[in-house]
């Protein structure tokens, strides 16, 4: 990609903060569980595959867009890992300390698998 345009942030701010909003209701409507489920949709992944599109043709896009997929799967992994320590550990350590636990969780382990997929 040689640079960001715009509009692609523009595709990522509407799909993320849209689901996000729908999370929100649906999660006050129906209950926090069936909120999560509509939480972990992949907006953000699936804004940025759009996105790549317009700007890449033919031969780039295809290797582009398998890489990001790569990338998402990382992402989607520590996802996992994420919400698994923020359900255990905000009930007995509190919201804010087992939110940043979680978040820390995360941020290793979405470095250390990106690491270790680059052979690093």
């Given at each position: 990609?040689?640079g960001i345009h715009?509009?692609?942030?523009?595709?990522r701010?509407?799909?993320?903060?849209?689901a996000?909003?729908?999370?929100?209701?649906?999660?006050?409507r129906?209950?926090g569980t069936?909120?999560?489920?509509?939480?972990?949709?992949?907006?953000?992944?699936?804004?940025?595959?759009?996105?790549?599109?317009?700007?890449?043709?033919g031969?780039?896009?295809?290797?582009?867009?398998?890489?990001l997929s790569?990338g998402?799967?990382i992402?989607?992994?520590?996802n996992?890992?994420t919400a698994?320590?923020?359900a255990t550990?905000?009930?007995?350590?509190?919201w804010?300390?087992?939110?940043?636990?979680?978040?820390?969780?995360?941020?290793?382990?979405?470095?250390?698998?990106t690491?270790?997929?680059?052979?690093l």
């Open positions: 990609m040689s715009l509009g692609d942030i523009a595709v701010f509407i799909f993320g903060g849209s996000i909003v729908a999370s929100t209701i649906f999660a006050r129906v209950g069936y909120g999560g489920v509509f939480a972990a949709f992949p907006a953000v992944y699936l804004a940025a595959l759009i996105s790549v599109a317009p700007n890449n043709a031969d780039e896009l295809i290797p582009l867009s398998i890489s790569r998402a799967l992402g989607m992994s520590a996992v890992v698994i320590v923020a550990t905000t009930e007995r350590i509190g804010r300390a087992g939110l940043a636990v979680a978040v820390g969780a995360w941020t290793i382990l979405a470095v250390t698998s690491l270790f997929i680059q052979g």
